[in-house]
């Protein structure tokens, strides 16, 4: 397994406080060195803006890549821009990218991208939900131009839905988008009926579900779909924060939870991708959770590889 991170996006910087902050970060990439010494650590490169414009708006790239910014600029509410924020999602970005190529070439057959901002509320033409660039949807797009490929899956278990993610491929038959997520909850989409061109999967788990309904949600609704899209390629967009520690929902999720997902998901990888699959990071915001879930996600990954 390769491992994409960047220093730089340590240096996103969204103020005293706010969730999003860079020890998630730091707590991911200790607790993963310390569990998998043997891992192949790769920097994560600058992503070149015309595989950003695949996804983005000319308009929202250059607010986040040329905004001068001293301290804080706010694009919302809860997302904000530091004068190290455009760094850190450039190599976010380009972590997906180089692990799609990676992958692709047979350099390994799975990849984790430890980056932050995460991505996957970042619309075409709106940064939101803490997100500036939507890296998933970068590397998806980039798989389908730069690859040729036309089955390309989004398997999202954030407990936020992806409405990024979702809004962005809705209409495209190549890429398939797949969210459990709690509802009701912020941004409030990704109801079931919401099926795109037949390539959107929804399941919704209520307040104070477990493990039990996460995984009768991914293993008797979303991952019959996934199976029967046979993707050539599965991306994942990892979020944490379904872990009962988190602070930012209501979930009750364990660290177990993440593994078997892991495992489940490397294993479809493997009879219909040639196990190729990139996983990247989203939320999470208990350091404790992330430490654990992190690892566990991996641990599942390799569990079937």
């Not at 390769?2 to 706010?18: R, S, V």
């Not at 860079?22 to 650590?41: C, G, I, M, Q, T």
């Not at 899956?153 to 993610?165: K, L, P, R, T, Y």
């Not at 602070?247 to 009879?271: H, N, S, T």
């Amino acid at each position: 397994m390769l491992l994409y991170t960047h220093t730089a996006c340590l240096e996103h910087d969204p103020g005293p406080g706010h969730p999003e902050c860079p020890a998630r970060l730091e707590a991911v990439l200790h607790a993963v060195r310390a569990a998998f010494p043997a891992l192949d650590w790769r920097q994560a490169p600058e992503a070149p803006r015309d595989a950003l414009l695949r996804v983005h708006t000319r308009a929202l790239v250059e607010s986040v890549l040329d905004t001068k910014v001293e301290g804080q600029h706010r694009l919302d509410e809860d997302t904000l821009l530091s004068p190290g924020s455009a760094a850190a999602a450039l190599r976010a970005a380009g972590a997906g990218i180089a692990a799609v190529d990676a992958v692709m070439a047979g350099e390994a057959r799975q990849a984790f991208c430890a980056v932050r901002p995460p991505g996957h509320h970042a619309t075409g033409g709106t940064a939101m939900g803490f997100c500036l660039f939507n890296s998933a949807a970068v590397a998806a797009a980039h798989a389908v131009h730069a690859h040729g490929l036309h089955r390309v899956a989004i398997a999202d278990f954030d407990v936020h839905h992806g409405n990024g993610s979702q809004a962005i491929f809705a209409g495209d038959p190549r890429v398939m988008y797949l969210s459990s997520h709690q509802a009701p909850l912020y941004p409030y989409t990704g109801d079931p009926a919401e099926r795109g061109v037949g390539n959107l999967a929804n399941a919704t788990l209520a307040p104070g579900a477990g493990g039990a309904a996460f995984r009768a949600a991914w293993g008797e609704r979303l991952l019959p779909e996934l199976e029967a899209f046979r993707p050539q390629l599965l991306l994942v967009s990892a979020g944490f924060d379904g872990h009962r520690l988190d602070p930012l929902a209501d979930l009750a999720l364990e660290a177990e939870d993440y593994r078997w997902l892991g495992r489940e998901l490397a294993a479809l990888a493997g009879r219909h991708a040639e196990g190729r699959l990139v996983s990247m990071l989203e939320g999470g915001y208990s350091l404790a959770a992330l430490r654990a879930c992190s690892v566990a996600h991996l641990q599942g990954l390799l569990d079937a590889a």
